[in-house]
């Protein structure tokens, strides 16, 4: 079968419209369609609290390994 879709047709709407043709691929594709994309930012964040919570500062409460971690990442507009 020749499946039509458009560019810049959203794909969540396409399998949504088509789920009673394709049922196991509509509920497959909700299934893979709906894991998040990673974010960078986060993953940075993650990173940069590993190096700030080194081995001389394994000592460090919760709260100051937060407070360093937002100051190492505030940024003004």
Known sequence: MKVNYQTGENILQWWNNHSSIFPQLY???????SIPASSTASERVFSET?????????????DSLDGLVFLRNFRLP
Do not use: C, I, K, Y
């Open 27 to 33: 509920r497959l594709a909700l299934s893979l369609l």
């Open 50 to 62: 590993g190096r700030v919570l080194e081995a001389r500062r394994q000592q460090l409460s919760p």
